[in-house]
């Protein structure tokens, strides 16, 4: 008599119990690696979409850890804090940076630790719970954030050309060429009038420039000449001082005359007839030469001039030429 087995009853029972097996052996797994791991805390800045809990921490491409959880920071709601579990024997150092890298196409994320240079082993500071990885944005949250600040500004950009090119701007601008092309051909029409200015003003700079070259020697023979002056008038001072002298000498002789007259009255009188006449005619002829000393000098002092070039002549008369 033969044996009814149900090879479909034995299939489902050899794969439920290589299920549980298999399910035990990763519980088993999982509880003694995290009883062997290190908890670490990371703040995120930017978008974590693809990373959830039991995402993959890996230390330079090799797997070292799980994320334990995901949440919004409570104390700032601008960031995402991110507890990791990893390996006792993974050297976190004080440089680390921690990094939210894609896993191929399957759209999840992972957590790549990077960095580690440093000699100093990352610690927690005090008031903190767990030690904090620094986070350091991907090279795709920089793109997305590149290209979002870029289409800010092309929206700025097409607002601005849009005001630009209104209608009202487009016949002004219009309006504008329409009076270059005019004046274009002004010029056009005028262009030898225009090169023969050009010519004519070359030749006036020319000009100008050879006037001030004579300018300059004019003024240096000026001041050439301005000092042969000076020392002229210093001669014509030091000439009048002796001619002052001159006159005041006259003058004391005229006056000692007088006294001479006045003391030697009595022979005066006596020889009346043969001295009075010669010395009465003398002393005139003295207040006369020192009357014209005096207006001499007077006439010097204010005209130094006339000893180079004669005493001015009178004006002319009515009919005179």
Do not use: C
Not at 16 to 44: H, I, N, P, T
Not at 66 to 85: F, G, Q, Y
Not at 123 to 148: C, D, H, M, T
Not at 238 to 266: F, K, P, Y
């Amino acid at each position: 008599m033969e044996s009814k087995v149900n090879y479909t009853a034995v299939g489902v029972f050899v794969v439920l119990l290589g299920l549980m097996l298999a399910g035990v052996s990763s519980w088993l797994a999982a509880g003694s690696r995290q009883g062997s791991a290190v908890s670490y805390l990371v703040y995120a800045t930017d978008n974590v979409n693809g990373l959830n809990d039991a995402s993959t921490v890996l230390y330079r491409g090799v797997q070292v850890g799980k994320v334990a959880s995901i949440e919004i920071d409570p104390a700032n709601a601008a960031l995402i804090r991110i507890k990791l579990h990893i390996d006792k024997g993974v050297p976190v150092r004080a440089d680390t940076v921690a990094q939210l890298s894609p896993q191929g196409v399957t759209g999840l994320s992972v957590i790549n630790l990077t960095g580690g240079h440093s000699s100093e082993l990352l610690q927690a500071k005090p008031g903190q719970a767990y030690p904090v990885i620094p986070y350091a944005p991907s090279v795709f949250s920089r793109l997305e954030g590149g290209i979002s600040e870029a289409t800010v500004v092309l929206s700025k950009i097409a607002n601005r050309l849009d005001l630009l090119l209104s209608n009202e701007n487009l016949r002004a601008l219009s309006q504008t060429l329409t009076h270059v092309a005019r004046v274009a051909q002004t010029v056009d029409a005028h262009r030898q009038d225009i090169a023969q200015t050009l010519v004519n003003l070359r030749q006036s700079s020319q000009e100008l420039s050879a006037m001030g070259a004579n300018g300059q020697q004019l003024t240096a023979q000026g001041a050439k000449l301005l000092g042969q002056l000076s020392d002229t008038t210093q001669r014509l001072q030091v000439t009048l001082g002796d001619m002052d002298e001159a006159a005041r000498t006259w003058r004391e002789a005229g006056q000692g005359a007088v006294n001479l007259s006045a003391a030697g009255a009595r022979a005066v009188n006596q020889l009346h007839e043969n001295t009075l006449p010669g010395l009465d005619r003398l002393t005139g002829n003295l207040e006369q030469l020192s009357s014209q000393l005096t207006e001499l000098i007077r006439s010097l002092k204010g005209n130094p001039s006339q000893l180079l070039y004669g005493p001015p002549k009178p004006a002319a008369g009515p009919g005179e030429q």
